[in-house]
């Protein structure tokens, strides 16, 4: 069984802070990781590989810095990586990215389950998923929890939802979007990591034209919708301090409270 | 595509600086400079006066959409039952019509349904688009994404609002490759832009760090999701609306998927999207012990409490009852914050609530920004004391 992941490389937004003064992000010294959503994936690949045999091809779109997301997922395990790098790609929304994933799976061909995260913490659209499985007229199942069973043309999962979850029985070749409670993905083996960073490594870097896309169905030209503005959250109450000692303050909210009918 | 600098053009005004949503420009020797973060977004272009940001990709062009009419809206089912945020959706819906003249209509797929179309035109359905069926029955990514698309190709919306919930989320994105639109996720406000009639999505990005505003001017209709309990359910008193029957046929084969059985988990603690008020605890109140009388304090309110990321992490709430962007959203009528310093992931969880009080010892904490009235001061006292208060009875 031949299983193909989607990785992004995020920058690892519980260290993200913002600059007091301008309001930008402050980006220096933050470190990059595997989107956490698609390491429980990559480790699902694996065990999976290990009931059915087949090969683990890891796919990540992004800058050239991005191979250290493949290499570190194939010192997990994956056999085999692709990144997608090309300027053209840059600026890409959601439907372009589908676009240029779909175009590379396409090319790769033969596959039997695509394997992502649910949701990107920098983005956390969660749309990816579904919009490549439509793109390549696949069966989807997002919010994997368990995987129960796997046949040869069938794959039976359990997908969360808020308050229980579903046992789903899916054709394949399907794509699953998995999330944390799916498993405890491993750490990456030195070993691997060491062979992963070799230059015979079996990682091989597409650009646009290696994926046959037009330059104007990709990146920032190719997207439907565009970041037209960005601000700093601001929040529109007064913020009243009320003064005075603990029964003076409680005092005053409480007569605030009753002002406006709240007790 | 690609973006630079006209250096000689150039006055070092910094408009660009300020637009730049990748803080990837910066001033070099009195110039603008375009550092390797660029993601050749575009943003910059428009706000320079002196045209010396330049690129080399041809302006796109808008196509017409004026056909395009319809705020619509899908009304999630689960087993019959209506889920809340589609109510919130239609109430949106309502303004965003009202303000473009345009009418609201609700899409409602399942199996033995028919009877929710009215429900629907309370809270503001001017249509119902109704297809019932029974392998429309659960929730299935194919069957339901078919109908969606061909009822968006036969009507032809301006707007498609869907719940962020975890059938919202699966069913978007996969409409919206179909159909050939953009998508803006989980967004926190929508409005109508004056000038160009679209729809202005904003959403938090970096984990709340940011907000975005999107639009999406190329493709109909604008597609977004929202998440639940960010918007309000409006009724509308006398309101009469449509339904409209939307025949449909599809084979299991073509579904792909088969649910094998729906099981319910039982909620671990309480239902804070309907709590009235909500009292919260952060890392201020310092033990599980003190945060028991928060409990308390909200059984005196007739609410419930809840907490941060903190107060998850250190067991003093379950997860479902943590507020915050990797929380629940919350609006209640009141929403009372004690030792919460604030942190924007904690306030895009509740800044939507109708009143907000903020207890804490730190004058300078962010929580005070977005309270409505604020004690400064150590919260335990601040709770005994309301506590006290609020046993002995309204009279003074």
């Known amino acids: 069984m031949n299983i193909i992941v989607l990785v992004k490389q995020v920058p690892d937004t519980t260290e993200v802070k913002l600059d007091p003064k301008t309001g930008n992000l402050i980006r220096e010294g933050i470190e990059s990781i595997i989107n956490p959503d ?81 949701q990107a913490i920098d983005g956390d659209t969660a749309q990816i998923g579904a919009q490549v499985a439509d793109y390549l007229n696949l069966p989807q199942v997002t919010y994997v929890s368990e995987i129960e069973k796997i046949e040869k043309k069938t794959i039976v999962v359990k997908r969360q939802l808020e308050d229980g979850f579903e046992r789903v029985q899916c054709a394949l070749p399907a794509l699953l979007t998995v999330i944390g409670q799916l498993n405890r ?52 109450r007064e913020g009243e301090i009320i003064e005075g000692d603990t029964k003076e303050a409680v005092n005053v909210v409480l007569g605030k409270l009753r002002e406006n009918r709240l007790i | 595509m690609t973006i630079w600098i006209e250096v000689d053009l150039c006055n070092g005004c910094k408009r660009c600086i300020r637009a730049c949503p990748y803080d990837a420009i910066e001033l070099r020797d009195g110039k603008a400079y375009i550092l390797d973060r660029c993601t050749s977004c575009g943003a910059c272009l428009e706000v320079c006066k002196e045209k010396a940001i330049q690129t080399d990709a041809e302006p796109r062009v808008i196509p017409d959409f004026s056909d395009r009419k319809g705020v619509w809206v899908f009304a999630e089912q689960r087993n019959g039952k209506l889920s809340q945020v589609g109510l919130e959706l239609l109430g949106k819906a309502q303004e965003l019509a009202g303000t473009l003249n345009q009418q609201v209509s609700a899409l409602l797929l399942g199996y033995q349904i028919s009877g929710i179309s009215d429900i629907l035109i309370k809270y503001g359905a001017d249509n119902v688009y109704l ?38 989320r699966d069913l978007a994105p996969r409409v919206s490759r179909r159909v050939g639109v953009g998508l803006t996720a989980d967004c926190t406000e929508l409005s109508i832009d004056s000038d160009e009639g679209i729809l202005l999505q904003t959403r938090p990005a970096f984990g709340g760090n940011v907000m975005a505003t999107i639009a999406n001017r190329y493709s109909r209709p604008q597609m977004a999701t929202v998440r639940p309990g960010v918007m309000e359910a409006l009724e509308k008193p006398g309101n009469k609306g449509n339904v409209i029957r939307h025949k449909f046929s599809m084979t299991e084969k073509e579904i792909g998927t088969k649910v094998l059985e729906i099981v319910k988990e039982k909620k671990k603690g309480v239902d804070l999207s309907k709590a009235k008020v909500i009292v919260a605890g952060g890392r201020g109140v310092g033990d599980a012990g ?16 809840a907490g941060t990321r903190v107060a998850f992490e250190e067991g003093w709430i379950p997860v479902s009852q943590q507020v915050g962007q990797t929380g629940q959203s919350v609006r209640p009528e009141l929403y009372i914050a004690c030792g919460i310093s604030g942190a924007i992931q904690h306030r895009a969880g509740m800044m939507n609530s109708r009143y907000i009080i903020a207890i804490n010892k730190d004058p300078r904490a962010p929580i005070f920004q977005v309270a409505d009235w604020g004690i400064v001061g150590d919260l335990h006292e601040v709770v005994h004391e309301m506590l006290r208060r609020l046993n002995k009875g309204p009279s003074k």
């Open chain 1, 185 to 236: 993905p491993r750490y990456p083996m030195i070993g691997n990591l060491i062979d992963a960073c070799k230059e015979k490594a079996p990682i091989k870097v597409w650009n646009a034209a290696d994926i046959g896309a037009k330059a104007n169905d990709l990146g920032l030209e190719g997207s439907l919708t565009h970041v037209i503005k960005t601000f700093a959250p601001k929040f529109k």
């Open chain 2, 290 to 305: 003190r945060f028991k009388v928060l409990k308390k304090l909200a059984n005196a309110l007739g609410g419930e409490v």
């Open chain 2, 131 to 168: 297809a019932e069926r029974k392998t429309l029955k659960d929730y299935r990514t194919n069957s339901y994404t078919k109908v969606v698309e061909e009822l968006v190709n036969q009507y032809r919306p301006n707007i498609l609002l869907m719940g962020a919930t975890h059938i919202g």
């Open chain 1, 38 to 118: 698609d390491r429980h994936a990559i480790e699902a690949a694996i065990n999976l590989r290990e009931s059915t045999g087949g090969k683990i091809t890891v796919v990540s779109m992004g800058p050239p810095q991005a191979i250290d997301a493949i290499s570190e997922a194939m010192g997990m395990g994956a056999d085999k990586g692709i990144l997608l790098s090309d300027m053209a790609f840059a600026g890409a929304d959601t439907w372009a990215t589908s676009y240029t994933l779909g175009k590379a799976i396409k090319r790769i061909g033969k596959y039997d389950l695509i394997l992502c995260g649910r």
